[in-house]
């Protein structure tokens, strides 16, 4: 016979006591009660009315809601659904990964820019980095202000490590394109590169199979609309290859200047020349007359028989065999600062010049030539096109907006584009 109701309404009274005394030190017997209790009312069966119990008496509401479980098939159903669910989550959502290598060379510099800045202590490749960052800004806000067009700046990142700044300016006032690009490179070198330059730089490990490098330069060209003005080249840079720390290894500083007119005004070469003399002449008055020589030899068009222009220096590979670190770095400072005073004066005499047809015609031919040589001969080109991922269009920036060939052309005799012509075929000393 099943026990009366209010037996069991007395039961579950007892043991909702029972779980508030022992609900902050459950025992074995109240997990015991629990368990015994509900396995006996979900066995027992339903109660049969009282014999004084009123027929057809109503259940009270509140027990009803009590015993009765909603929904039970549907509350099963969700229930699987939702663990299941939970389950797939777990076993294939991807964990969050946990870095365990060392941060790179690049992640390192970056640190250390941003938690102390650059200073005269800092690894030279952060000072070589932050100069050519200040010239490149200098340089294209007076360029800025003699147009009276501003720049276009592109930046990118690269996923190795490092950054470019491209600032370009096409069909300005006075520049029919005019570029001035820095570029910040981290990679590895692998051992056939590094055989290769061994021949120039014996402070590099022959043994090891890779080495880490960082490079670093600030590049512009500057192609004025009047065939009067001349073009202007210029580049500085410096390479450095690091071990896992960081700590520099073998290093050098390259780069040059040089001149470029379609129409040549004796002054004006000698102005250019004169002004890098002088920051030469700073550092080593040997500098001058070699590095002068060095880029005559270097835009050299061979299957031309010419040169690309008048001239400059040109200087590649100096490293703790020429002079020390800091002595080198002072030098490239001064012949990087030497530019706007070497060619903003020229550009000022001749940007206004007036011009026709025919001397439009003999600067595109030139121009043809300089584009020749970029694409054939200079090394710097080829090594970036070749360079995997590299940026092309910041690349060939150096290349004019506009350029003409023509076949079999022959200057008159006697002519401007003639006395040109003599002097880049037998390079002169113009100072």
Avoid at 91 to 98: D, E, N, Q
Avoid at 118 to 139: C, D, G, N
Avoid at 223 to 242: C, G, K, Q
Wanted: include cysteine; proline fraction near 7%.
């Amino acid at each position: 016979m099943a026990a009366p109701r209010h037996c069991l309404l007395k039961a579950d009274t007892f043991t909702n006591q029972f779980r508030s005394i022992h609900v902050l030190q459950p025992s074995l017997k109240a997990q015991r009660w629990e368990q015994l209790r509900f396995a006996s009312v979900s066995r027992r069966p339903a109660p049969s009315p009282s014999p004084n119990a009123t027929p057809n008496a109503k259940i009270p509401p509140e027990e009803t809601a009590r015993n009765t479980v909603w929904a039970p098939k549907l509350r099963l159903s969700v229930g699987l659904v939702f663990v299941s669910t939970l389950i797939y989550s777990m076993l294939t959502s991807p964990s969050t990964p946990h870095r365990t290598e060392a941060p790179s060379i690049a992640e390192r510099d970056n640190r250390a820019k941003y938690e102390g800045g650059v200073t005269a202590s800092s690894p030279m490749r952060l000072r070589m980095e932050a100069f050519i960052k200040e010239q490149q800004k200098v340089i294209v806000a007076e360029l800025e202000k003699v147009d009276g067009q501003k720049f276009r700046v592109d930046t990118w990142k690269r996923p190795a490590g490092g950054e470019g700044i491209s600032c370009v300016l096409q069909d300005g006032n006075i520049f029919e394109k005019a570029g001035v690009n820095i570029s910040i490179v981290y990679g590895t070198l692998p051992r056939p590169a590094i055989q290769k330059m061994r021949v120039n730089h014996r402070a590099l490990d022959p043994d090891v199979e890779s080495l880490e490098f960082f490079a670093s330069g600030l590049s512009m060209v500057l192609h004025p609309h009047n065939p009067n003005a001349p073009t202007v080249h210029l580049n500085y840079r410096y390479f450095e290859t690091m071990d896992d720390k960081g700590e520099g290894k073998a290093w050098w500083f390259g780069g040059g200047t040089d001149l470029t007119p379609s129409y040549l005004f004796d002054e004006d070469a000698i102005h250019f020349h004169k002004t890098i003399k002088d920051a030469c002449d700073k550092h080593d008055k040997e500098y001058y007359p070699r590095f002068k020589a060095w880029c005559d030899k270097y835009f050299h068009i061979p299957h031309r028989g010419e040169s690309r222009g008048v001239g400059g220096i040109f200087f590649d590979d100096l490293d703790e065999e020429e002079k020390d670190q800091e002595q080198l770095f002072s030098f490239v400072t001064d012949c990087l600062e030497a530019f706007l005073p070497s060619y903003l004066p020229i550009l000022e005499k001749r940007k206004d010049m007036p011009f026709g047809e025919h001397e439009k015609q003999w600067q595109q031919l030139r121009r043809g030539r300089y584009v020749e040589f970029n694409l054939v001969h200079d090394r710097g080109t080829s090594f970036g096109l070749n360079t995997p991922g590299a940026r092309v269009e910041s690349i060939l920036m150096s290349l004019p907006l506009t350029a003409r060939w023509m076949y079999m052309f022959e200057p008159e005799k006697g002519s401007r584009e003639e006395r040109l012509l003599g002097v880049l075929k037998k390079p002169v000393d113009w100072v």
